[in-house]
C-alpha cells in the first residue's frame, strides 16, 4: 500500500482511490463530490430531445403533407427517435458511473468519460475566479443543484459556452461555492508564504 492510499484510508474519503492515478507526492483528497443522477440524466434527455426534433422536422413534416403517403415509411424515423433516447440512456449511465469531482490540498480534479477514464486538473493557484449558477432546469426539479465553474488564465469564463473546469449537476452549490472560494483562498495564501 502507498503512502498516499495509506493516508487517504486515515481521512477517510469515500472514492478519493478513484484518483490515485493523478495524485502528486503529498497530495490529499480533501473531497469527493458526485453529480446528481437526476440532474445529469434530465440535461442529457434534454440534449437528446432536442436532436429528435430536428430529426422529426426533417424527416416526419415534409411527409404530413403528401396525400397516400404510406404510412410505414413512419417507422423509420420513428424508430430513429427511439434508438436516440435509448443510446441517451446508456451513454448517460456510463459517464455517470465515470463521473466524479474532487479537490485537494493543492489542485480541483474532474474525473469523466464514456469510453476510456479522463481526468482534468487546475492548480488552485492559478484560479483567477469562480461562479456558480443554478440554470432553470435546477430549479424545476427542486434537487438544489447547480453548477460551479472555476476560471484561470488558461482557461477563462467569458466565452459563450462555458467549458472547461465545471463542477456541473452538483449538490447544494451554494454551500459548495462558498466551501470552494475558502479552499482556493487558503492554498494561494500558503502559497503566497512559501514563495
Known amino acids: 500500500m502507498t503512502e498516499e492510499q495509506n493516508t487517504q484510508q486515515v481521512t477517510g474519503i469515500k472514492n478519493a482511490e478513484l484518483f490515485d492515478n493523478v495524485l502528486d507526492k503529498n497530495e490529499q483528497v480533501l473531497r469527493v463530490i458526485k453529480p ?13 430531445f432536442w436532436i429528435n426534433v430536428w430529426i422529426a422536422i ?7 403533407f403528401e396525400e397516400g403517403f404510406p404510412w410505414e415509411y413512419y417507422l423509420i424515423p420513428v424508430g430513429i427517435i427511439v434508438l436516440v433516447f435509448i443510446v441517451t440512456g446508456i451513454l448517460a449511465e ?6 466524479y469531482f474532487a ?23 492559478y484560479v483567477g475566479a469562480l461562479n456558480v449558477k443554478v440554470g432553470f432546469v ?19 469564463m467569458a466565452t459563450s459556452k462555458q ?33
Not at 456510463?94 to 463521473?99: E, G, S
Open 138 to 156: 435546477d430549479k424545476v426539479l427542486k434537487q438544489e443543484t447547480g453548477t460551479i465553474t472555476f476560471g484561470s488564465m488558461s482557461s477563462p
Open 103 to 125: 479537490y485537494t490540498n493543492s489542485r480541483i480534479l474532474i474525473r469523466s468519460g464514456i469510453i476510456g477514464i479522463d481526468f482534468k486538473s487546475l492548480d488552485m493557484r
Open 36 to 48: 446528481n443522477k437526476l440532474k445529469l440524466f434530465v440535461y442529457w434527455f434534454l440534449s437528446a
Open 58 to 64: 426533417v424527416a416526419i413534416l415534409p411527409f404530413c
Open 163 to 195: 467549458v472547461g473546469y465545471n463542477f456541473s449537476h452538483v449538490e447544494k452549490p451554494y454551500e459548495l461555492y462558498k466551501e470552494m472560494k475558502q479552499i482556493v483562498e487558503e492554498v494561494k495564501e500558503k502559497y503566497k508564504t512559501v514563495v
Open 94 to 99: 456510463i459517464y455517470y458511473r465515470n463521473n
